[in-house]
């Protein structure tokens, strides 16, 4: 097998050894600031990141470094409280090693949550963004030897965000008295935010919120068949205008999304209530 595949395998393995026979049916990513959401799960199995074998561990603001097993109503899931960022220095497949264990685990579905700033004129901080679709400015996780275990060499991207969770989502916020963005996520490397030649050009080019993660995460759910729902936190506007003084903050998008993570917690519990018992769609 693998070496890769066995690192997965011995994560996904250790996991199991906790919790037993239950399986989680949905995976959840929580980004900065939004830790919390692992508040809302119940009868929660906490495991940190550092006490799974070759596992990395979170060093991001914000990002705490656990698997929180537990059910939100009636579904087993499974949610990282923080991620690995590429800017962090890992490589691709361990910024997205937890995807791949989560799989292993049985989830079929994967909520992804991030922090961004906008380059929508018409959207502003606080806001809350389903993501209809992607750019990716970054490396891109499947360049390599393929994970032949997880999924094809070439992987078509025309569906990455699931259609109907996304019209559930609007159902489920229209129910909830929401209002919801919806919109084109951009990632790049980072740790740097962009200039505001960057901002404009990203603009031009389609992008409404950029941040510096989820697209990894989300390319490789889709490489092995999960279906894939994601939501940006607008934590701020950025910057077109280069004599701005409103300069980006990494701890001001930590305090924005820790405002926005009971409404999103809210949404994602919603969503999931809605979902068909044992991962079957109805
Ligand atoms: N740019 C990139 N990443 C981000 C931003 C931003 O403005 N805000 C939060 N994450």
């Known amino acids: 097998m693998d070496e890769r595949t066995l690192h997965i395998r011995k994560a996904a393995d250790y996991i199991r050894s906790i919790i037993g026979d239950r399986t989680p049916e949905v995976g959840i990513i929580l980004g900065s600031g939004l830790g919390k959401l692992g508040d809302s799960i119940e009868n929660p199995t906490v495991i940190p990141y550092r006490d799974i074998p070759d596992f990395p561990v979170s060093t991001a603001i914000g990002h705490k470094g656990n698997f929180i097993i537990g059910t939100i109503s009636g579904h087993t899931v499974i949610a990282m409280q923080g991620r690995f960022h590429f800017y962090e220095g890992y490589p691709m497949d361990k910024v997205t090693i937890?995807?791949?264990?989560?799989?292993?685990?049985?989830?079929?579905?994967?909520?992804v949550s991030n922090a961004a700033g906008t380059c929508n004129p018409d959207f502003h901080t606080g806001d809350l963004m389903v993501i209809r679709d992607h750019i990716n400015m970054m490396n891109n996780p499947?360049?390599?030897?393929?994970?032949?275990?997880?999924?094809?060499?070439?992987?078509?991207?025309?569906?990455?965000?699931?259609?109907d969770m996304r019209q559930l989502a609007f159902d489920c916020a229209s129910d909830m008295g929401l209002t919801l963005?919806?919109?084109?996520?951009?990632?790049?490397?980072?740790?740097?935010?962009?200039?505001?030649s960057e901002v404009r050009f990203?603009?031009?080019?389609?992008?409404?919120?950029?941040g510096m993660s989820t697209v990894p995460e989300v390319i490789v759910a889709r490489h092995c068949g999960m279906k894939v729902f994601g939501v940006s936190v607008i934590t701020n506007e950025c910057n077109f205008d280069s004599g701005s003084s409103e300069f980006n903050d990494g701890d001001d998008v930590v305090k924005k999304a820790d405002k926005a993570a009971a409404t999103l917690s809210g949404l994602f519990q919603n969503i999931i209530s809605r979902l068909p018992q044992n991962g079957s769609r109805g």
């Open 98 to 111: 937890a995807v791949r264990t989560m799989k292993c685990l049985g989830a079929e579905y994967l909520f």
């Open 142 to 163: 499947l360049i390599g030897p393929n994970f032949n275990d997880f999924g094809p060499r070439f992987l078509d991207m025309t569906c990455a965000y699931d259609a």
């Open 181 to 196: 963005r919806e919109g084109v996520y951009l990632a790049g490397t980072g740790p740097t935010y962009e200039t505001p």
């Open 202 to 210: 990203y603009r031009l080019i389609g992008a409404d919120a950029l």
